[in-house]
Nanobody
Framework: QVQLQESGPGLVKPSQTLSLTCTVSGGSITTNYAYWSWIRQPPGKALEWMGSIAYSGSTYYNTFLKSHTSISWDTSKNQFTLRLSSVTPEDTAVYFC????????WGEGTLVTVSS
């Protein structure tokens, strides 16, 4: 019954920061052993795990994206947020938030286009 929904701008300009929020309903993001992730899929390419935040608040990042990626949460709103700085057109992708390791519940995904 857990549901996740991504929200945020669908268009971001190069060099700016991409910011997306995942709103979770049907369960608390601080539930023991919960694990929350951001995953993306560029057009024609494979899924790419970006990073995660665990129920404890610990964060984990893809080594190749770590320098520009930040995941945080607002437990009072049952939300967690992705920020990806200094984006380029190569960051154009469908962005998903998901629960679990491996993921068992997914948001529907949101397309973010990086373009001027």
């Amino acid at each position: 019954q857990v549901q996740l929904q991504e929200s945020g701008p669908g268009l971001v300009k190069p060099s700016q920061t991409l910011s997306l929020t995942c709103t979770v309903s049907g369960g608390s993001i601080t539930t023991n052993y919960a694990y929350w992730s951001w995953i993306r899929q560029p057009p024609g390419k494979a899924l790419e795990w970006m990073g995660s935040i665990a129920y404890s608040g610990s964060t984990y990042y893809n080594t190749f994206l770590k320098s520009h990626t930040s995941i945080s949460w607002d437990t009072s709103k049952n939300q967690f947020t992705l920020r990806l700085s200094s984006v380029t057109p190569e960051d154009t992708a469908v962005y998903f938030c998901a629960r679990g390791r491996p993921p068992d519940y997914w948001g529907e995904g949101t397309l973010v286009t990086v373009s001027s």
